[in-house]
């Protein structure tokens, strides 16, 4: 979905570096999600925010950290990467007036490979 | 906990004939129910979604069954296309409490469409 990018759209970054994903929505949404996707399988949660004083964690958050900057804005940090977070990684947004029916939006996907 | 699955993780189909994919979930509060397809590169891509309140949703060549007794969810496309080549995930949205909002996603089957 155009209206949500993610930047950069491919990394290599060696273990131990600090490294910061950014996802930018243009649909007015106020909830964003992060997610991770490995080979063969779905999607896990990593963090989400409902509003922008809203962050949670969800299912894998370890090794990760987020920032809501503004309402369009929500980036997700690698303290310390290693090599098992290499991943695709999906930045996703829905709107809370959906209420019940909240389809999530994806962005295209970040490939990270962690050396 | 909350589950979703597939029960294929692969399904081959000649070009014209009907595709079936199957999806069972395990939280029976689970109320809001949406397929995404995911081709090689990009982000899932909203298909179609389903309230429990209904048992079948049709849309353009895509239906959705709904079988709340069995907590089972289908895919059907008809006519399937080379074009429908791609990963399909099944998501489940709880409703309320502090999951609200929060999708949960199937592993995945992987349709490949022969000429």
């Known amino acids: 979905d155009a209206d949500v990018t993610q930047t950069p759209r491919n990394r290599i970054t060696k273990t131990g570096k600090r490294i910061m994903l950014e996802c930018s929505q243009t649909k007015g949404h106020d909830r964003m999600y992060w997610y991770r996707q490995d080979p063969g399988l779905g999607l896990q949660l990593i963090y989400y925010s409902f509003d922008v004083k809203d962050i949670n964690k969800g299912e894998i958050s370890d090794g990760y950290s987020v920032s809501r900057q503004a309402q369009a804005k929500f980036s997700l940090s690698l303290e310390s990467a290693i090599p098992n977070q290499t991943a695709l990684y999906f930045c996703?947004?829905?709107?809370?007036?959906?209420?019940?029916?909240?389809?999530?939006?994806f962005g295209p996907g970040t490939r990270l490979l962690v050396l | 906990g909350e589950s979703v699955g597939l029960h294929l993780p692969t399904l081959s189909v000649q070009e014209g004939d009907n595709s079936i994919i199957n999806c069972a979930y395990s939280n029976s509060a689970s109320d809001y129910f949406i397929w995404y397809k995911q081709e090689s590169g990009k982000g899932p891509q909203f298909i179609i979604d389903?309230?429990?309140?209904?048992d079948k949703r049709q849309g353009q060549r895509v239906t959705v069954l709904l079988n709340k007794t069995v907590k089972h969810l289908s895919l059907q496309i008809a006519a399937t296309q080379p074009g429908d080549s791609a990963v399909y995930f099944c998501a489940e949205n709880i409703g309320r409490g502090s999951t609200l909002g929060r999708l949960y996603f199937g592993r995945g089957t992987q349709l490949t469409v022969w000429p």
């Open positions: 996703a947004t829905s709107d809370s007036r959906d209420r019940g029916q909240e389809t999530q939006y």
């Open positions: 389903i309230r429990s309140n209904m």
